[in-house]
């Protein structure tokens, strides 16, 4: 199976870090004309010099995807740029420690503005331009989507609204010829709990205690979670849709015991 993004736009929202920094670097690598985005605009730039593009082929916008003004700017900005988009894909997130008893309602709002309501949004601004070209949408989900998890309540919420988002967009959008997957990554070693907050020292002990608890023995890499999107995102998977596929070691299949 050969796969390439020869003459595919792409949008590849969080590609300062993580996940999305391993996806735009594939993604350029498979002859995509890409557009990154991320609010750290230093990254950006950088990762417009290192990825050494073919001529034409990378665009970044920095901007903070809370802003429903940036959302709209960023999809039509990727389209002025390359006159089309075939391919969306909502990487961008955030995650925060709350429960139900212990809850900051501005921080719950952040969570679920950007991991959720960017999703939606900038997936309603690209139906018309992913109907024109066939296109199709890859969110960025959680085994937190599928799997309850205690102390990440609104993250959680947010991941499981993403895959139903997922669900029903496929449905809906099937018709006009966009297909809409989600990948439900376990833990991944990114900046995702570092910039949440957490100490690196408690960091560190967290991955540890991932080997015990995704039956594969290992926590994920960026670049494992980035091929799958890349499957999903490529024609090679065009009759796949309303799927949201764990990629995790095995850890959504473990129950507590
Ligand atoms: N790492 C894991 O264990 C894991 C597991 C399951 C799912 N995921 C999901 O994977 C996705 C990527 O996360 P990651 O692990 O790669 O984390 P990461 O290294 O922290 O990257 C997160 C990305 O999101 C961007 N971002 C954050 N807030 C933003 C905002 N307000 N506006 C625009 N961009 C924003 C960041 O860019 P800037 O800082 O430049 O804005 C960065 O590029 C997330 O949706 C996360 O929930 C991660």
Known sequence: MNISFQDKVLLITGATSGIGEALAAAAVRLGGRVMLTGRNSEKLAELQESLSPAPDSLAILAGDLADDAFRVRLVAETVERFGGLDVL???AGIIHSDTVAALDMAAYERVMNLNLGAVVHLSHLAVPHLEARKGNIVNVSSVAGTRA?????????SKAGTDQFTRCAALELAAQGIRVNAV????????????????????????ERSKQTHPI????????????ILFLASDAAGWITGGCYAIDGGRAETCAR
């Open 184 to 207: 439900n990554p376990g833990v991944v070693e990114t900046r995702l709990h570092l910039n949440s907050g957490m100490e690196p020292a408690a960091y560190r002990n967290f991955l």
């Open 217 to 228: 023995g290992r926590v994920g890499r960026p670049e494992e979670i980035a091929d799958l």
């Open 149 to 157: 998890f205690p102390g990440i309540l609104s993250y959680c919420i």
């Open 89 to 91: 894909v909502n990487n």
